[in-house]
């Protein structure tokens, strides 16, 4: 009896010490948006499922790009998972800064991403990043202050509806501003949603001999017409509002019209929201050109190349943007606040249909196409962004001088005359003409 215990003993303390040898903790840099946040809270989930424990690094969007940037260019190491976009993966999985996720179990089911998404998170068919959520833009607007501005919103409106809207539901005295739109500096805030609006004015960054094209009539319409219903019907300080800045003013009530992320309906919908009862949606605005002003991201989970913790990182990848997970927040949270966006699945779930934002984000989606997104021929892939390595460098000086337009610094002459000469400059240094 003696020998048996010892034996069961010694069995236990090897059991440990071998789960001990394989738990790892994991370095997570993220970005600090409402689904980020609330994935944290349920990784004990994962923990008590894998052993493995998890060190969050959260960042405000702007600085979580540089951060990781830096990060993976120079082989830092300080993260074991990274949360970057469509922007990022194809380019840093073809130089070879990610890890292939060629290898993730039956279970997961990759091809039950939505293929919008697999095909942004790959490069020669390879993916590299998982999608946590993905995303398009669209309208979402005050019902109440639109029936008493004896309005009615079309499924498809046009930009200049959206102008004479966002006045009609400006109400100074009563701090409602007709429209919040990102005026914040950075390639993928106020530099996305400026990007994605001049398609539908007929804008593009570079025609196909890779020229800036900042000196044409469609740049110059496209942020004067911003910045005018921006100065007319937006709030003070928009040149400094980015997507949460504008989130927490629509919750508070303080705006008609919010034109941004599909994911953001589920904030404005949900309990932290002053209006969740008055909250409608609609496509994002055209000029009648044939292009939308919608984008197309997601919001993913990769490994950097060289990280000493693959297996566990593909397992919290896994768990994270899994069908599980799904159910999991359901059932905790209700299915309007799951991640959006990045399965089939969802949006055959008859649960998920009931959801009133759920059709509109999935027509979002599927409207937007990163290969053709402007009206006149362009050289490069990509909505809100050229998918070009220098691009991110580029636009985000571009995005500084706008926002200094928009904040009244400079003109909107200026501004464009400044963005053309800088973004040549660059191209020319980077070789492309």
């Known amino acids: 009896m003696k020998l048996r215990n010892a034996l069961v003993a010694a069995t236990a303390l090897v059991s440990v010490a071998s789960t001990a ?14 689904d980020m946040i609330r994935m944290q809270g349920y990784t004990d989930d994962f923990t008590s499922k894998t052993g493995h424990t998890v060190e969050w690094v959260t960042l405000e969007e702007n600085v979580l790009r540089q951060r990781v940037t830096t990060d993976i260019s120079t082989k830092g190491g300080a993260f074991d998972i990274m949360t970057i976009g469509m922007y990022e993966t ?21 091809g039950d991403i939505l293929p919008a998404m697999a095909g942004g998170l790959s490069h020669d068919g390879t993916l590299y990043a998982a999608p946590f959520y993905g995303e398009s833009s669209m309208v979402m607007y005050r019902t109440d202050l639109m029936e008493k501005a004896g309005m009615q919103m079309p499924d498809a409106p ?11 539901m400006t ?3 009563n701090e409602i501003n007709g429209i919040c739109l990102r005026g914040k500096a950075g390639w993928g805030e106020g530099g996305a949603f ?24 469609e740049w110059a319409n496209t ?5 005018g219903m921006m100065d007319a019907s937006g709030p003070p300080g928009y040149a400094t509002n980015g997507f949460n800045e504008n989130l927490s003013l629509f919750n508070q009530g303080k705006c008609g019209m919010w034109i941004d992320a599909t994911v953001a309906a589920s904030f404005v919908t949900g ?43 593909k397992e919290f990848i896994e768990w994270a943007t899994s069908k599980d997970y799904i159910e999991l927040v359901a059932a905790n949270e209700g299915w309007a606040n799951v991640p959006p966006g990045a399965r089939t699945s969802l949006y055959e779930n008859d649960n998920y249909k009931s959801v009133p934002f759920a059709k509109m984000t999935l027509d979002s989606i599927l409207s937007a196409d990163p290969t053709d997104s402007t009206v006149q021929p362009s050289p490069y892939v990509g909505i809100q962004f050229a998918a070009i390595p220098e691009f991110a460098g580029i636009a985000t000086e571009v995005s500084q001088e706008f926002s200094a337009a928009y904040a009244g610094q400079q003109s ?14 660059a191209m020319e240094a980077a070789g492309y003409k």
Not at 158 to 168: K, L, N, Q
Not at 275 to 304: H, T, Y
Not at 412 to 425: M, P, R, S, W, Y
Request: glycine share 6%.
């Open 21 to 34: 040898a394989f738990a790892e903790n994991l370095v997570i840099a993220t970005v600090n948006n409402g």
């Open 90 to 110: 194809p380019i840093w999985g073809s130089n070879g800064w990610l890890v292939a996720l060629d290898d993730l179990s039956a279970e997961y089911d990759v």
């Open 158 to 168: 046009t930009w200049e509806f959206i102008r004479d809207a966002a006045a009609a």
């Open 171 to 173: 109400d100074r005295d």
């Open 194 to 217: 400026i990007t994605a609006m001049s398609n539908s004015f007929g804008a593009r960054w570079f025609d196909e001999g890779w020229n800036a094209q900042f000196d044409t009539e």
């Open 223 to 227: 942020l004067n017409f911003y910045k």
């Open 271 to 313: 309990d932290d929201s002053t209006v969740a009862d008055s909250v409608g949606f609609a496509l994002a605005p055209d000029n009648g050109l044939g292009k939308r002003s919608n984008w197309l991201w997601a919001w993913a989970l990769a490994v950097p190349a060289g990280s000493q913790k693959v297996d566990a990182a």
């Open 412 to 425: 909107v002459e200026d501004a464009l005359a400044k963005a053309q000469a800088l973004t040549n400059d």
